[in-house]
């Protein structure tokens, strides 16, 4: 059985400009979440996509946007990259859009934005 | 809203003690979940321990268990006969079925000395 993977592991970009995270969920998993963590904090969620529509969304700003593939696979995208935004992005899969479903974390992308 | 507060940012104990974690929360709502989740220093973040908030019996896996005090929302961890591998960061988290939205305290960074 294979776990969830994320790609990259590491980025770095500058200020303005627009990055896409990738995410492959675990195997019979069809509900991928993804949450921020910033240094030294918890994580704080963004999103949530089940069976490819957006079932819950964190307190982000419109320039972060997702997607979720027929394969349940997913995208997180920021446009107009702030400072702030630099983080450690983890997506986590699930089965069933629901809350009590254990979510399966990734490792992890950690971006850098100068 | 819903808070999580770990008021513990930082704890040591020695190889075979027993330690435990606090985590306290806020809600108005009735029925919810509650979850323990670790994070090695390599980051990928794993379920420890869960508990549904309808069922008064502590739950317990294996040298993890928890007390629940629903009254008081409070949900503290127990790791009995502390391991190394034990060491990691560990995240009390909260859900009641919104998206599957988790929200999660700041973590505890638990150290274990051999």
């Known amino acids: 059985e294979t776990g969830v993977t994320q790609s990259p592991t590491h980025l770095i970009k500058t200020r303005g400009q627009q990055v896409t995270l990738r995410c492959s969920s675990q195997?019979?998993?069809?509900?991928v979440s993804w949450y921020q963590q910033a240094l030294g904090q918890g994580p704080q969620f963004i999103f949530q996509?089940?069976?490819?529509?957006?079932?819950g969304r964190g307190n982000f700003p419109p320039r972060f946007s997702g997607l979720q593939f027929p394969n349940y696979s997913s995208e997180l995208n920021v446009n107009a990259l702030e400072l702030d935004d630099s983080a450690l992005y983890l997506c986590?899969?699930?089965?069933?859009?629901?809350?009590?479903?254990?979510?399966?974390f990734g490792p992890g992308t950690r971006l850098t934005v100068l | 809203a819903q808070t999580v507060t770990q008021s513990q940012p930082e704890m040591s104990v020695q190889e075979a003690e027993t330690v435990t974690l606090s985590c306290t929360y806020d809600?108005?709502?009735?029925?919810?979940?509650l979850f323990w989740y670790k994070q090695p220093p390599s980051r990928q973040m794993i379920l420890v321990i869960r508990?549904?908030?309808?069922?008064?019996q502590n739950a317990t896996e294996n040298r993890f268990s928890v007390n629940f005090q629903k009254a008081a929302k409070s949900f503290s961890l127990k790791i009995s006969d502390s391991q190394l591998g034990d060491t990691a960061m560990y995240f009390c988290?909260?859900?009641?079925?919104?998206?599957?939205?988790?929200?999660f305290g700041q973590g505890t960074e638990l150290s274990v000395k051999p």
């Open positions: 986590a899969s699930s089965s069933g859009g629901g809350s009590y479903n254990e979510q399966f």
């Open positions: 195997s019979g998993h069809n509900t």
């Open positions: 996509y089940y069976r490819e529509e957006e079932n």
């Open positions: 809600t108005s709502e009735s029925n919810y979940y």
């Open positions: 508990q549904e908030a309808y069922k008064q």
């Open positions: 988290a909260f859900n009641y079925n919104q998206g599957g939205k988790l929200i």
